[in-house]
């Protein structure tokens, strides 16, 4: 069982900067995947960035260039760096965590475990 906790949102002009964090528990957390969602208001929760246990990471295409994934193995934390965010980019940010051996994770039904969710809001 992992269980995460995200951290770090808020509220940002468009153009800024904003850095989450995400917290795990458990001692396997240099085994799992970790990855990125994000809900809008009305919208369905969307794919962001994974990032695997070797360090390769994904993006959407809509973040790519804009965001950055990474991991910090000794500390159980994964982040997400938010740069140049738009309007566009406000939503509720949710941290997950699934099997490394999943070779396609841009769908939310492969995560096994979801943090709380973190808000961003961009204003324009």
């Known amino acids: 069982q992992v269980q995460l906790v995200d951290s770090g949102g808020g509220l940002v002009q468009a153009g800024g900067s904003l850095r989450l964090s995400c917290v795990a528990s458990?001692?396997?957390?240099?085994?799992?995947?970790m990855g990125w969602f994000r809900q809008a208001p009305g919208k369905e929760r969307e794919f962001v960035a994974a990032?695997?246990?070797?360090?390769?990471?994904e993006y959407a295409d809509s973040v790519k260039g804009r965001f950055t994934i990474s991991r910090d193995n000794a500390k159980n934390t994964a982040y997400l760096q938010l740069d140049s965010l738009k309007s566009e980019d406000t939503a509720l940010y949710y941290c997950?965590?699934?099997?490394?051996?999943?070779?396609?994770?841009?769908?939310?039904?492969?995560?096994?475990?979801w943090g709380q969710g973190t808000q961003v809001t961009v204003s324009s």
């Open positions: 997950a965590a699934t099997y490394d051996f999943y070779s396609v994770v841009r769908s939310s039904t492969v995560w096994l475990y």
């Open positions: 458990g001692r396997t957390f240099d085994t799992y995947t």
């Open positions: 990032i695997r246990k070797n360090s390769v990471t």
